[in-house]
């Protein structure tokens, strides 16, 4: 029995689970939402949220505790961000940091909201290999920001172009028949006409 054992497992141990929330937490302060399964987003909405309250606590321990679980990375929105400064080697050496982001900017933001900074929109899609749940977990607010999208992968775009290039046959299948039925009605009309 797991009495009083809260929380999801999501099928790993512990490392693999908070390295998870880790690196889903970095994409969404970075980008402002991103797209997993439900289980995954209902997993990682406390933990975002809790580095938002610290963050609008905004003093130097809730800025180490911060830290302390997501680490200070450099924040890459695309692959040639402007911003971002490599070596020769292409490692990272300098760019926006991602706890200043988030100290300066979305704490702030809300300040004077008392919780629920995520949202979590369904949007209604299943992982075409395992036909898991696709949602969209946001920032609230980020409204004007980056929008929900209808991608399809390209085994969907497959499926569709068979289904489109089906429709074409059967539909040239049943044109023939309209095609006799077409000749016989001029008939009838010339001799209506004389």
Partial sequence: MRHRVGGFKLGRDTEHRKAMWRNMAISLLTHGQIKTT??????????VEKLITLAKKGDL???????????????IKFDEDPDVQRNKYGELIN??????????????RYSDRPGG????????????????DICVI??????SGPQVSGQYSRRRDK???????????????NAPEVQEAAPQA???????AE
């Fill in 138 to 143: 946001q920032l609230v607010g980020d409204e």
């Fill in 159 to 173: 499926a569709n172009r068979r289904m489109e290039y089906a429709a074409k046959l059967r539909k040239a299948a």
């Fill in 61 to 75: 321990a809730a800025r180490r505790r911060v830290i302390q679980q997501i680490g200070n990375p450099i924040m």
């Fill in 38 to 47: 439900v289980p995954k987003a209902k997993s990682l909405k406390p933990f």
């Fill in 117 to 132: 900074y995520t949202r979590i929109i369904r949007t209604g899609k299943h992982r075409i290999g395992d036909a898991g």
């Fill in 186 to 192: 001029p008939a009838a009309d010339d001799n209506a």
């Fill in 95 to 108: 760019g926006p940091r991602l706890v200043k982001r988030l100290f300066d900017e979305i704490g702030p």
